[in-house]
């Protein structure tokens, strides 16, 4: 999807661990509505690479805000809501969080090998 959309390093990184963060569609026992992400801008930015403590410093917190303005404008995410004092800011995915089918998306051609008696590899005709 990150490439589909033609974002950049920083966002998809960003994406990647919203993702990882967020509760699926069937696989939810917090009962928390899927796709949500509500985690601090701290830990956005140890997805981004910032380790404690910069993960709080100015630099990471612009880093931040950069990766969900691209996100945001790529139409990955949604805002449900802004972060303030006490409360972190929570955004829905907008990407599809079922696991892939069994279908594959290629075909195989299956050659089947016949068996011959007895013979051995080299006695095989050609």
């Known amino acids: 999807m990150a490439a589909r959309l033609g974002l950049g390093h ?19 026992p917090g009962n928390q509505p899927p796709r949500r992400y ?3 801008r701290e830990s956005s930015a140890i997805a981004l690479g ?3 403590p910069d993960n709080g410093s ?3 917190h612009h ?19 802004a972060g303030h004092r006490g409360h972190n800011a929570e955004f829905n995915l907008l990407v599809d969080s079922t696991k ?4 594959r998306r290629y075909e195989t051609n299956v050659i089947p090998m016949l068996r ?4 051995g590899a080299g006695e095989w005709p050609p």
């Open 10 to 28: 920083a966002a998809t990184r960003l994406l990647l661990h919203m993702a990882l963060e967020s509760w699926d569609d069937t696989d939810n």
């Open 38 to 40: 509500f985690a601090s």
């Open 50 to 52: 910032y380790m404690a």
């Open 58 to 60: 100015e630099s990471a």
């Open 63 to 81: 880093s931040v805000k950069r990766a969900i303005a691209e996100l945001v404008a790529s139409g990955a995410i949604e805002r449900v809501s």
């Open 100 to 103: 892939p089918g069994g279908h």
């Open 116 to 119: 011959h008696g007895g013979l």
